[in-house]
Structure formats: C-alpha cells, structure tokens
C-alpha cells in the first residue's frame, strides 16, 4: 500500500514558477513509476508528466520544457517544477503511484494504482 500527499500549489502569476511535492508512504517506493496529471474545471483530467523507477521522464506537449519531473528516493518523494506558468495551467494537480516502475511513458490515468488528494494551481494572468 502507497499513500501519497501532494504539496507546493498556490497562486501565481503568469510567468512565474511553483515547485510541488508528491510525499510517499511505502518502503517499495523507489521501484514505482510515479505520473502527474491535472483537472482543470469542466474539463478532464489530462496527463503531465511521468519518471520512472530509474529517472527516465516523459512530458506532455503542452509542458515540455516548462516543467521538470524529478524523484528523490530516499526521501520517497517526487517533484514537478513548473516554470513559465500560463493561466491554461490553472488546475488541481495530482500525483500517482504505477506499479509498473519500467515502463517510460503511460498518460492513462487507469494505469496508475495509487493516487493522492490533488493539490490546486492557479494562475493569475
């Protein structure tokens, strides 16, 4: 069993950055690949990005180059630094844990075992 706890969201301005945290439980952690996706209101949720169990990351488009995922396994946590936000990034933003630590890229949210509570992004323009 994971359980994880997201961190970090706030208000900003277009252009600016937030660093969020995804915190885990699980001693088996290190050997998960671990996905961020957000919700924008009215809208489904959508992929943003994934590391695997080894560093490998994987982006969305829309994100590339602006944010960077990263894991820090003895602290069992996993961050999403988000640079050159847009008011279009404005979500909650969730992570999830895979079972599947290899695989590099998985955008189905079905896929994903575990997930925590969300933590909102807003940006102002």
């Known amino acids: 069993q994971v359980q994880l706890v997201e961190s970090g969201g706030g208000l900003v301005q277009a252009g600016g950055s937030l660093r969020l945290s995804c915190a885990a439980s699980g001693r088996t952690f290190s050997s998960y690949a671990v996905g961020w996706f957000r919700q924008a209101p009215g809208k489904e949720r959508e992929f943003v990005a994934r590391i695997n169990w080894s560093g490998s990351t994987y982006y969305a488009v829309s994100v590339k180059g602006r944010f960077t995922i990263s894991r820090d396994n003895p602290k069992n946590t996993v961050y999403l630094q988000m640079n050159s936000l847009k008011p279009e990034d404005t979500a909650v933003y969730y992570c999830?844990?895979?079972?599947?630590?290899?695989?590099?890229?998985?955008?189905?949210?079905?896929?994903?075992?575990?997930w925590g509570q969300g933590t909102q992004v807003t940006v102002s323009s």
């Open positions: 999830a844990a895979d079972r599947n630590g290899i695989t590099i890229v998985q955008v189905m949210d079905a896929s994903y075992d575990y």
